[in-house]
């Protein structure tokens, strides 16, 4: 798209025009957009193609729409991370990540549905309603950037910018037939990625292509001085790329605490394919294990919920977000405010992480988790003594029906054994879809590099898309 | 072509009889600033239970292990006052504002 | 015949100076109206992630070393969760169980030191003012640098209490952390105290302090607080441990709430920064930064310049007080008349126009210029003191403020002669006295020609050429 604008092939008005009407034949049945920015997008495109026309030089990403998940800041538009709570909310200041985006001259076209706060699997505890899946509208897209995904797989835009916390991106990448990247934790920015939980946030992006997905990563990685604990640049991934032709020489780790018998026979066998296929470029299989991962998923939800009670106490009704007022006490308006603006599940998840940080059960719980924690990356760094990624289904199941897990938390959290691991250890991972459940259902396998090495993920990813077409299928006509 | 698959490994783990009473929920309602009506107790006492049945199989495998605590970062930023936000932009998202002030229903310190 | 042991501990806050706040670039500044010195950190947005000063870690490990505490190699910030109107997050960044700095002391006189437990760095809260209509929050404070010292329950006595906040004041402001001014809140003080039997191993009940905004504030909420939990044991009661509040305009403390229950903050290592690694290399910018301290100097200046305990205080009171003083002596000034000088005249000329001694009127140089033309006997003490005020005014060099005053000392005989006739016409009695054996009167006679003078008449000729007048008779 970026190339066939700067070519003049197609003017980045048209570009948006085409994007904006495929968003409106079809998003009033997805609903994959909290909001549309079409003046906006109009007028950027308009100035992308004037400097275009003037000669000017033209970012990687110049003319192509994006759409960047409801948790990221715009300055001047409402951000509203799914949650009642920030319903009216209107940014002063634009996220890093989505600076990235527009310094590259992509066209920011709208913010897409999300699971509250980011806690979800499903988009389901978004505010707004759920979205559907574009392959099947029973199907939840995933979450919680279910919408961001969505947005990919209906062809609305060819990328949009997720936050994977224990999943978030891979997930519904999975779930949408489209492919989706977790970068290292402080590759990108997350300055302006409205909070879940610190340790584990990451900003990520969906595309159709891990190609698409290298482009984005390197406009987007990079120390910014605005986040602490951002990471220094690495070299750009896009130009290794076109010399990716095979994977000789890749040795390929399958940890199989994360191929197990938990997993649905059809999401095994997907992966179990997609190995095969990279065995066939030349890469070579090699059986690992991590032995702690059987904890993962209790540590995240400790960490997580922990830190996410931490980062959603600054909601109190006082300075922004909703208020309730009529109550003559501060302490009630709080407590009414929090009440009415934050959804069930965030609210089950504040309290749960104030118990798993409170005094007396901090060292038991929160600590004992950290310990996980450390002892996990120490696995991964095992594993890594033996290949250079790691390949595992990217959910236990394949996308459900709207509605079917809601109540069944069990159910939900299994959800999330897969991806949990490399959120806890910090490392890169990257969803590609290959395969399909027999009635057509997307699947999509994981690929999990050491820290700092999404080129690896990337590449073993591209070479696979080179020579397939699982992720060019495409649910809307 | 997996050696150990025969071993479950991400089913869930026994839970233990959680001690999750009225007074827990209450300090923790209390804490968080909620307010849980009665009939969504027996949902946070649920999660409850399972975190605290997880928290068992944590213990028996991180007893010794270091804690995972926050890396080195980079350099520091330098002391530069820089631009502020204008007092209508601060105040811009209040609920409620007076004399540049956000406003809160009074604080009586008791 | 006192049956009870006072035991009193202190937690001190003290605002680093830095220009901007510990975690933000918002500027920080004493005055402003409200919510102008906000950057999106401080209001706690969505998004927003905090950026830790490297001048206020610099200025903290710089207290840490001039309190003689131990710094620790790798602290880590943590969140304090509370929920209050002026803590935009909901939770004050501080640090918990990995401070910046361990141990230390400050010393009480006498000997005497009170240990210090720890140092650590945290961000302040926010300001609220109640009106009827509600309570106003304004953020212009939150987010400014603060250290925290945590002092052991060392010290014995009210006036202790008070002449460890003097020291620690003292060094503070000494090497340049903080202006420790307690009436603008850049030193705020909690006091804890508790009275036990004498020789009890156990402490009393422990009753904390609060709105304590002077020094003596502090003593006078002591001395209450002692008398009257004395007062209740002596009666055979149980004091309650609590949080009170002083009433200085009542003279009394008031029980603000109960602390039976601890409250849980909950604290976390904060996810947003990384530990806080502090190499060799910060530890010895620090040390240099820090200089020499107070007490070193104080030492110095009794010993090797002989200087009066009052003048070596005095010099000492201030990093830049002693600074100066030593660029006079840098440029050939006798300590003891620099010293003089300063104390003089100096000091109380820069008190009364304030601001910055480096930029007081006269430098340093200039000074030394005017004290070797009256070591040298060029000018007279009186003289001498017309040039400074000359100089303060006009800001010119010595030699030239005395020209452009005439005072050029006056040593010809030719000139003085006729002024000493004019004297002993002017004052017969006090001439009749003299050469009756009464030398004391010789002294009106002088004066009458230094003023005549207006202070330039060389006194030494003037004595010569008066005992040569009265004494052929």
């Known amino acids: 798209m970026a190339r066939a604008v700067a070519a003049g092939h197609v003017t980045a008005t048209e570009g948006v025009r085409a994007a904006l009407a495929r968003i409106q034949q079809h998003d009033p049945q997805l609903r994959a957009f909290v909001e549309v920015w079409p003046e906006r997008a109009l007028a950027a495109a308009a100035a992308i193609d004037r400097r275009r026309d003037a000669g000017e030089h033209l970012g990687p990403l110049a003319g192509v729409p994006v759409a960047i998940k409801d948790n990221l800041l715009l300055a001047g538009e409402r951000a509203s991370a799914g949650s009642r709570m920030l319903e009216t909310f209107r940014a002063p200041y634009t996220a890093s990540a989505v600076q990235r985006l527009l310094a590259a001259d992509a066209i920011v076209i709208g913010r897409t549905n999300m699971d509250e706060f980011g806690m979800g699997s499903t988009t389901e505890t978004s505010a707004f309603g759920p979205t559907r899946n574009p392959f099947d509208a029973n199907l939840v897209p995933g979450g919680s950037s279910g919408g961001s995904a969505a947005a990919v797989a209906a062809d609305f835009c060819p990328l949009a910018l997720g936050s994977d916390t224990g999943g978030s991106v891979r997930q519904p990448a999975a779930f949408c037939g489209v492919t989706g990247l977790k970068p290292t934790w402080g590759r990108v920015s997350r300055r302006g990625l409205v909070a879940y939980a610190s340790s584990l946030d990451c900003v990520g992006a969906i595309a159709r292509t891990a190609e698409d997905l290298a482009l984005w990563l390197d406009t987007a990685a990079g120390q910014d001085p605005g986040d602490a604990t951002s990471l220094p640049a690495t070299p750009p991934v896009v130009t290794q790329l076109a010399a990716a032709n095979d994977l000789r020489g890749l040795r390929i780790g399958l940890p199989w605490e994360l191929n197990g018998p938990g997993l649905d026979d059809e999401v095994a066998a997907a992966t179990d394919a997609l190995g095969a296929a990279a065995r066939e470029h030349g890469a070579e299989l090699v059986g690992v294990s991590l032995p702690t991962v059987a904890h993962a998923v209790a540590a995240y939800y400790l960490i997580a919920t922990a830190e996410a009670a931490s980062n959603l106490a600054r909601y109190d009704g006082v300075r922004y977000g909703l208020r309730r007022s009529g109550a003559s006490r501060l302490e009630a308006m709080t407590t009414a405010s929090r009440s009415a603006g934050f959804g069930e599940e965030v609210q089950l998840r504040i309290l749960l992480g104030t118990f798993a940080s409170s005094y007396g059960y901090e060292a038991q719980f929160h600590g004992a988790a950290q310990r996980v924690r450390a002892r996990l990356a120490a696995d991964f760094a095992a594993a890594f003594a033996h290949c250079d990624v790691l390949l595992s289904p990217t959910s236990p199941v394949p996308p459900f029906p709207l509605g079917s897990r809601r109540d069944d938390p069990l159910a939900m959290w299994l959800c999330d054994a897969l991806t949990v691991p490399a959120s806890l250890a910090g490392l890169p991972a990257l969803s590609q879809p290959w395969g399909a459940t027999a009635d057509g259902r997307p699947l999509g396998s994981t690929w999990t590099a050491p820290a700092g090495r999404e080129d690896l993920v990337l590449r073993v990813a591209h070479v696979l898309q080179r020579h397939s077409d699982h992720h060019l299928r495409r649910p809307l006509p | ?110 | 015949m006192n049956a009870w042991t006072t035991v009193i501990g202190l937690e001190v806050h003290v605002q680093l100076a830095t220009a901007s706040k510990l975690f933000s670039p918002a500027p920080v500044a004493a005055l402003g109206e409200p919510n102008t010195r906000v950057h999106a950190i401080d209001l706690g947005l969505p998004g927003v992630l905090p950026l830790p000063n490297a001048q206020a870690i610099a200025l903290a490990i710089r207290a840490a070393l001039a309190l003689g505490a131990e710094v620790q190699r790798r602290s880590v910030f943590a969140r304090k969760h509370y929920f209050y109107p002026d803590l935009p997050k909901g939770y004050q960044i501080s640090q918990y169980d990995e401070p910046l700095a361990r141990g230390g002391s400050v010393s009480l006189g006498d000997g005497r030191s009170c240990r210090l437990h720890r140092l650590h760095v945290e961000e302040d809260a926010g300001k609220l003012t109640h009106t009827d209509a509600g309570t106003l929050v304004d953020l212009n404070r939150a987010g400014v640098p603060l250290v925290e010292i945590v002092g052991e329950p060392d010290l014995r006595t009210p006036a202790e209490a008070h002449a460890f906040l003097r020291e620690l004041r003292h060094v503070l402001r000494f090497c340049g952390v903080s202006d420790c001014d307690m009436e603008l809140g850049s030193l705020r003080c909690d006091a804890n105290i508790s009275v036990m039997p004498e020789g009890s191993a156990q402490f009393g009940a422990k009753v904390e302090l609060k709105n304590l905004n002077s020094m003596k504030m502090v003593q006078r909420a002591l001395e209450f607080e002692e008398r009257r939990q004395t007062a209740v044991l002596a009666a055979g009661g149980r004091v309650a441990t609590e949080t009170r509040g002083w009433n200085d305009e009542l003279g009394e403390s008031r029980p603000l709430r109960s602390k039976e229950q601890a409250p849980d903050y909950r604290y976390l290592p904060d996810p947003d920064l990384p530990a806080l690694i502090v190499g060799d290399d910060e530890v010895a910018t620090a040390r240099s930064a820090l200089g020499e301290l107070p007490v070193a100097r104080a030492a110095r200046y009794r010993e090797h310049f002989a200087l009066p305990a009052p003048d070596v205080e005095a010099l000492c009171a201030e990093r830049s007080i002693g600074d100066w003083f030593e660029r006079v002596l840098a440029h050939g000034s006798a300590p003891k008349l620099a010293a003089n000088w300063l104390v003089a005249e100096v000091l109380p000329a820069w008190r009364q126009r304030g601001g910055d001694l480096d930029a007081f009127p006269i430098a340093p140089d200039r000074l030394a210029e005017l004290l070797a033309l009256l070591a040298g006997g060029a000018i007279t003490q009186v003289a001498a003191r017309r040039v400074f005020a000359h100089l303060l005014d006009h800001g010119t060099t010595a030699a030239t403020a005395m020209r452009e005053l005439g005072l050029d000392r006056i040593t010809d005989p030719e000139v003085l002669r006729p002024l000493v006739q004019a004297a002993i016409a002017a004052l017969p009695e006090a001439a009749a006295a003299v050469r009756a054996g009464k030398p004391k009167a010789l002294d009106a006679l002088k004066g009458h020609v230094m003023r005549s003078t207006r202070g330039r008449a060389d006194p030494a000729a003037v004595d010569a050429l008066l005992a040569a007048a009265l004494s052929g008779g």
Request: charged share 20%; hydrophobic share 45%; proline share 12%.
């Open chain 2, 1 to 110: 072509m997996h050696p150990g698959r025969a071993t479950p490994s991400i089913a869930p783990h026994v839970p233990t009889p959680p001690d999750v009473d009225r007074a827990l929920i209450e300090r923790l309602t209390s804490l968080s600033r909620l307010f849980l009506p009665a009939e969504r107790h027996e949902a946070l006492a649920q999660r409850l239970q399972r975190i605290v049945a997880a928290f068992g199989s944590l213990a028996e495998v991180a007893d010794d292990a270091e804690r995972a605590t926050p890396a080195a970062g980079g350099p520091l930023r330098a002391d530069v006052p820089g631009p502020t936000l204008s007092v209508d932009e601060v105040l811009a998202n209040a609920p409620a504002a007076a004399a540049n002030c956000f406003v809160v229903p009074r604080v009586v310190d008791a």
